[in-house]
């Protein structure tokens, strides 16, 4: 199996709206290079596209276990954990994704959305 295109054809799925088709796809590149950041960022997003928010969650705790200055995977997994009805764990994670992308709108809509949820608007 060439893996780069099979990273292609999940990333064209992605793009073209089948997350799930995606995730098939890249499942048995990531258990073939676990290491590789690119490959789980886009399987973890395809699965909070497809609301497989468990999976998710795993693909971007390992991202953010990894790398914690990865603003872009506590975003995602801040939102995953909001999905999913937790939104006191989320909301740490948006509190950092946001201060590392200051004036990020999409990062303080979030965060202020969780904020609002959880009262601890400060």
Do not use: C, K, W
């Not at 395809?46 to 975003?75: N, T």
């Amino acid at each position: 199996m060439d893996l780069l295109e099979e990273y292609r054809r999940a990333t064209m799925f992605f793009e073209a709206g089948d997350p799930t088709g995606a995730a098939r796809l890249l499942e048995p590149i990531i258990a073939a290079e676990p290491d590789n950041s690119a490959v789980r960022q886009l399987l973890a997003r395809a699965y909070f596209q497809s609301a497989q928010l468990g999976r998710a969650e795993e693909q971007l705790r390992v991202l953010v276990e990894r790398d914690p200055s990865d603003h872009y995977a506590h975003h995602v997994l801040g939102r995953t954990l909001e999905r999913v009805g937790r939104p006191n764990e989320a909301l740490s994670h948006l509190r950092i994704a946001a201060a590392m992308r200051a004036g990020d709108e999409d990062y303080l809509t979030a965060l202020r959305r969780v904020e609002d949820r959880v009262g601890s608007r400060r």
